[in-house]
């Protein structure tokens, strides 16, 4: 039997929503399921302090000196690596607006290496 990489991996959907006909919560598989885990671990503040780091806070900052932006960036790659391991490639490119930061985040699973995903992370810098 072969395993198909979109429902190796499954994760209950953080909305909560509950199916109407079954009253039983939502799950997310696959791609979308390590998405929402990576969405997770950069929005959760709580988990930042509890691992005594100040990436959250310097993130959401403007840099005020060249490539500063680039060193946080790489370090929230190593914390988001080591935290979630079915992760293979990350990439986390940051785009800034007026009063919101995107984190364009690509990635493939260890499992299915030759397939990327990309995805957005949107926070309000504000």
Do not use: C
């Amino acid at each position: 039997m072969t395993l198909r990489e979109d429902t190796l991996f499954t994760d209950f959907d953080m909305s909560f929503e509950q199916n109407a006909s079954t009253l039983s919560i939502g799950y997310k598989t696959g791609y979308e399921a390590v998405a929402q885990s990576l969405k997770n671990l950069v929005l959760n503040k709580k988990l930042w302090h509890h691992y005594n780091t100040d990436i959250y806070n310097l993130l959401f900052e403007q840099m005020d000196f060249p490539f500063g932006e680039f060193i946080i960036i790489d370090q929230l790659r190593e914390f988001l690596l080591q935290r979630e391991p079915r992760v293979e490639q990350l990439i986390i490119e940051p785009e800034r607006g007026d009063d919101k930061l995107t984190l364009n985040v690509t990635f493939s699973l260890k499992s299915y290496p030759s397939k990327s995903v990309k995805f957005p992370i949107f926070v309000r810098t504000a």
